[in-house]
C-alpha cells in the first residue's frame, strides 16, 4: 500500500511539473508590448526642461517656443508577418508638458516574432470619438465643444512667437494655439464633421522579450509639409477653422517616425 501511495505521488508530481513546463514553453513565445513616444525639432531632442524658451525656428522663418504639448493616441495595431491582425482598443494622452504618459502599456502578451506593420490612430476616429464618455478625458478637459461637433481634441500645441514690431528694435511675442479636433464646418446651416484623425503607420517590427517601441514625433514637421505654416495668420482660433483642420490633418501625415 505504501509502494502505491509513493507511486502515486511521484506520478502527480511528474505530472504537474510537465504541466509546469508546457505552460513556461508557451509563455515563452509571448511577451508584453509597449509605445514609448519621444520628441524632437528636427533631430534635435525636445521635452518639458525646453518649454517657454524662444528656441525653435520653423520653416517660415518664425522663432517659437513651446509651452504645452498633449496629444492622443488610439487603436494600436500590429500587422504579424502570417497576416494575422491584433488589435486593441486602448487610447493614452500623452502628456509632455507634465512629463505623464510618455510610454503606453498596450499589451501583456503578444506572439514574439516578426511584423510587418505598427499603427496607431492620431486622436479618435469618428467610431471612437463619442462626446463624454470618456472620465479620464473629461478630468483632463479634453473635450471640444457641442458648437463644433463635440467629442475631443487630438492635440493641444501652444506657445509662443516673434511677430514684427511698430519699433523695429523691439520684436513682441503673440500667442499660439495649435490645436487639431475632428473638422467642423460651421459655414452652413447645418453642421459639417470631417474624421481628420490619422491612421499612423510606424512599419516593420520584431517583438521580443518585452518590447518597448519608440515612436518619435518631429514637432517641426506641424509647421512645414505639404503646407507652409504662417503663424502671423494661422495663430488662434484654428478649432473652428475649417480649412486649417483639414491643412493640419495633411501636415501630420510625416510627424512619427519608428526610432
Given at each position: 500500500?505504501?509502494?502505491?501511495l509513493s507511486?502515486?505521488c511521484?506520478?502527480?508530481?511528474?505530472?504537474?511539473?510537465s504541466?509546469d513546463?508546457?505552460d513556461?514553453?508557451?509563455?515563452?513565445?509571448y511577451?508584453?508590448?509597449s509605445?514609448k513616444f519621444?520628441?524632437?525639432?528636427?533631430?534635435?531632442?525636445?521635452?518639458?526642461?525646453?518649454?517657454?524658451?524662444?528656441?525653435?525656428?520653423?520653416?517660415?522663418?518664425e522663432q517659437l517656443?513651446?509651452?504645452?504639448l498633449r496629444y492622443?493616441?488610439?487603436n494600436v495595431s500590429?500587422?504579424?508577418?502570417?497576416?494575422?491582425i491584433?488589435?486593441f482598443?486602448?487610447?493614452?494622452?500623452?502628456?509632455v508638458?507634465?512629463?505623464?504618459?510618455?510610454?503606453?502599456?498596450?499589451?501583456?502578451?503578444?506572439?514574439?516574432g516578426?511584423?510587418?506593420?505598427?499603427s496607431f490612430t492620431?486622436?479618435?476616429?469618428?467610431?471612437?470619438n463619442?462626446d463624454?464618455i470618456?472620465?479620464?478625458?473629461?478630468s483632463a478637459s479634453?473635450?471640444v465643444p457641442e458648437?463644433?461637433?463635440g467629442?475631443?481634441y487630438y492635440?493641444?500645441?501652444?506657445?509662443?512667437?516673434?511677430t514684427?514690431?511698430?519699433?523695429?528694435?523691439?520684436?513682441?511675442?503673440t500667442?499660439?494655439?495649435?490645436?487639431?479636433i475632428?473638422?467642423?464646418d460651421?459655414?452652413?446651416?447645418?453642421?459639417?464633421?470631417?474624421d481628420?484623425?490619422?491612421n499612423?503607420n510606424?512599419?516593420?517590427?520584431t517583438?521580443?522579450n518585452?518590447?518597448?517601441?519608440t515612436?518619435?514625433m518631429?514637432?517641426?514637421e506641424?509647421?512645414k509639409?505639404?503646407?507652409l505654416w504662417d503663424?502671423?495668420?494661422?495663430?488662434s482660433?484654428l478649432?473652428?477653422n475649417?480649412?486649417a483642420?483639414l491643412m493640419m490633418?495633411e501636415?501630420?501625415?510625416n510627424?512619427?517616425?519608428?526610432?
Amino acid at each position: 500500500m505504501k509502494k502505491l501511495l509513493s507511486l502515486l505521488c511521484i506520478s502527480a508530481l511528474l505530472w504537474s511539473c510537465s504541466e509546469d513546463q508546457d505552460d513556461n514553453a508557451i509563455a515563452s513565445q509571448y511577451a508584453a508590448f509597449s509605445l514609448k513616444f519621444t520628441h524632437n525639432w528636427d533631430g534635435n531632442s525636445v521635452s518639458n526642461n525646453d518649454f517657454n524658451n524662444l528656441k525653435y525656428l520653423n520653416a517660415n522663418g518664425e522663432q517659437l517656443s513651446i509651452e504645452a504639448l498633449r496629444y492622443l493616441v488610439s487603436n494600436v495595431s500590429l500587422e504579424h508577418e502570417n497576416g494575422e491582425i491584433y488589435h486593441f482598443d486602448n487610447y493614452n494622452l500623452v502628456d509632455v508638458t507634465n512629463a505623464n504618459n510618455l510610454e503606453f502599456f498596450v499589451t501583456d502578451s503578444i506572439p514574439i516574432g516578426h511584423y510587418n506593420n505598427v499603427s496607431f490612430t492620431f486622436g479618435f476616429n469618428d467610431n471612437d470619438n463619442i462626446d463624454g464618455i470618456y472620465q479620464d478625458l473629461n478630468s483632463a478637459s479634453w473635450n471640444v465643444p457641442e458648437t463644433l461637433g463635440g467629442g475631443y481634441y487630438y492635440m493641444q500645441l501652444e506657445g509662443k512667437f516673434i511677430t514684427p514690431s511698430t519699433d523695429e528694435t523691439i520684436p513682441e511675442e503673440t500667442g499660439y494655439q495649435y490645436h487639431t479636433i475632428r473638422a467642423a464646418d460651421t459655414s452652413g446651416t447645418s453642421l459639417i464633421l470631417t474624421d481628420t484623425s490619422i491612421n499612423v503607420n510606424l512599419g516593420p517590427t520584431t517583438v521580443s522579450n518585452n518590447k518597448v517601441l519608440t515612436a518619435e514625433m518631429n514637432v517641426a514637421e506641424w509647421f512645414k509639409n505639404p503646407n507652409l505654416w504662417d503663424l502671423n495668420t494661422l495663430h488662434s482660433m484654428l478649432t473652428s477653422n475649417y480649412e486649417a483642420q483639414l491643412m493640419m490633418n495633411e501636415n501630420g501625415q510625416n510627424v512619427f517616425r519608428l526610432d
